[in-house]
């Protein structure tokens, strides 16, 4: 199995317009950062976690040409604006979108074009799979186990795929959920900024800690801010298994 971030910044992108900050001005490609989205791939399967404003861009630098399914973290513009974007994927084949209730009815409600027993020609052949935080999904070759975080006070979707786990958007998880992270062996995890606490958002320090309960093998941070600081600098600073992804990374698990 392997993921592949095709976006590791915080709902602004890194830079962020108007910024001048070291890290906005940085050089280091890996200091810039498109908004938050993953490709998880297995055997003959591609998944794609969450289609924000920078899909396109991101789907194009990845030259990817099947995309079997959509995976929904949550309903908030930077994770789902790029869903029209999906149409060069449903030209022969609908694509199924795994969502909760509640992010199902925001696509509904920003596409409703695509919905409906008449349909505007050539939008995109969606269909929303309800998904609950208590079953696992087969999709194509790979299982798919949304378990559930909270961002603020609004609960939001995190994912298990075997051995590897993607948290984004995060600010607490229950005790409950966190069990459900048991021997995963490489974890993704979002971090916003160092140590200033943010209310719908874990900062590094707090994501530190979940990491030492599930101890991965491996910890890669998403969903960063510029405020993080620059890459080569704080990966100095973190355990040896914790890293900050960054845009065009590809793990192996
Ligand atoms: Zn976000
Ligand atoms: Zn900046
Ligand atoms: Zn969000």
Redesign the pocket.
């Known amino acids: 199995m392997k993921i592949t971030f095709l976006g590791t910044g915080?709902?602004t992108g890194v830079p962020e317009i108007g910024c001048k900050c070291e890290v906005c001005t940085s050089t280091d490609p890996r200091d810039s950062r498109l908004?938050?989205s993953a490709l998880v791939q297995d055997g003959n399967t591609t998944l794609l976690i969450d289609c924000?404003p920078d899909f396109r861009i991101q789907i194009l630098r990845a030259d990817v040409k099947k995309i079997d399914a959509l995976l929904m973290t949550?309903k908030?513009y930077?994770?789902l604006v790029g869903i029209d974007d999906l149409r060069p994927f449903t030209h022969n084949r609908e694509m199924p979108i795994y969502a909760d209730r509640e992010t199902e009815m925001q696509i509904r409600s920003m596409f409703p074009y695509c919905f409906g027993r008449i349909k505007y020609p050539g939008v995109a052949n969606i269909r929303i799979n309800s998904i609950d935080h208590n079953s696992t999904y087969r999709v194509g070759d790979i299982d798919v186990t949304p378990f559930r975080v909270f961002h603020g006070m609004f609960p939001i979707t995190a994912y298990r795929f075997g051995k590897l786990a993607y948290i984004?958007?995060m600010s607490y998880i229950e005790p409950g959920e966190l069990e459900k992270l048991a021997g995963v062996e490489v974890l993704v995890i979002n971090a916003l900024r160092f140590s200033k606490p943010h209310h719908t958002?874990q900062t590094v320090l707090e994501a530190l800690q979940i990491i030492d309960h599930v101890k991965p093998r491996a910890a890669y941070f998403t969903?960063m801010m510029h405020h993080i600081g620059l890459h080569a600098k704080i990966e100095k600073c973190l355990p040896s298994n914790v890293h900050l992804a960054y845009d065009g990374l590809e793990v192996e698990i």
Do not use: I
Request: glycine share 8%; hydrophobic share 0%; charged share 25%.
């Open positions: 915080t709902s908004r938050s924000g949550h908030h930077d994770h984004t958007d958002h969903h």
